[in-house]
């Protein structure tokens, strides 16, 4: 089967030729060009990715622009920078495919040093422990690398354009009941500087955003006019 592989993009010339160089037969990409001011749309083209172009700055909006133009029934997300290897995508899509998970997520693993920072990654290891509190699922890392199917996303009502949009992803597919697993995939030193760990700003942006998905979704939901309540 086909699967669309949704890669937000900005200014990733120097990972794209990698990227989609690696990328599995069946696996079709689909780049989202972000507002990028370098050759990566032009690189993306030129290896044979779909170019979506979403003016809308955030690293959600861009997510979910690559959803709304993928048309397979399972569609993959990954960062562009080169971090995540495309030839491990079928490890991921394989426990969407079998029945392990309804959302499963790449569990990072470096393979090789400094390819994860210190407090990046203890920011991580607090939010998934967070995470398996709130929703019971046994998450370790909130991974980029992930799978679903579009349908059952689409479903999710995802409403946020920012960095939070990963975490809502998670927290929305547990309220609805969905099944979320986790598989291991490696770590790599990403291309370039990280839009969230390479510099403060990103990172307190980052932050900001999750922290805002977290308290807006721990606000009950109105009830339907079909529960009676």
């Known amino acids: ?23 599995p037969d069946g696996y079709r990409p689909i780049v989202v060009d972000n ?13 044979g990715a779909e170019v979506v172009h979403e003016p809308v700055r955030g ?10 133009a993928a048309t397979a029934e399972l569609v993959c997300f990954m960062d562009a920078d080169a971090s995540l ?7 991921v899509t394989a426990a969407v495919l079998d029945g392990h998970g309804d959302l499963v997520l790449g569990r990072r693993i470096p393979a090789a040093a400094g390819s994860w920072p210190w407090h990046a990654r203890l920011g991580n290891t607090v939010l998934a422990a967070t995470l398996r509190r709130r929703t019971g699922a046994p998450l370790h890392d ?16 995802l409403t ?3 960095f939070g949009y990963p975490l809502e992803m998670v927290l929305r597919a547990a309220a609805a009941g969905r099944r979320i697993a986790e598989v291991q995939v490696d770590y790599l030193p ?26 807006e979704l721990q606000q009950p939901r109105p009830a339907s006019r079909a529960s009676g309540r």
């Not at 690293?59 to 709304?68: E, N, R």
């Not at 700003?201 to 977290?214: C, E, Y």
């Open 1 to 23: 089967m086909t699967v669309d592989v949704i890669l937000p993009c900005l200014n990733e010339e120097a990972a794209l030729g990698w990227v989609l160089g690696r990328m």
């Open 35 to 47: 507002g990028s001011t370098d050759r990566s749309a032009r690189i993306a083209r030129e290896f």
């Open 59 to 68: 690293f959600g909006a861009a997510c979910h622009a690559g959803l709304l």
């Open 85 to 91: 290897d495309p030839g491990q995508l079928p490890r």
């Open 142 to 157: 909130l991974g980029p690398m992930r799978a679903a199917r579009r349908a059952a996303l689409l479903d999710l009502g």
């Open 160 to 162: 946020d354009r920012r």
């Open 190 to 215: 990403r291309a370039g500087v990280s839009k969230v760990t390479g510099t403060l700003r990103g990172t307190l942006q980052a932050v900001s955003d999750m922290r805002r998905v977290m308290t």
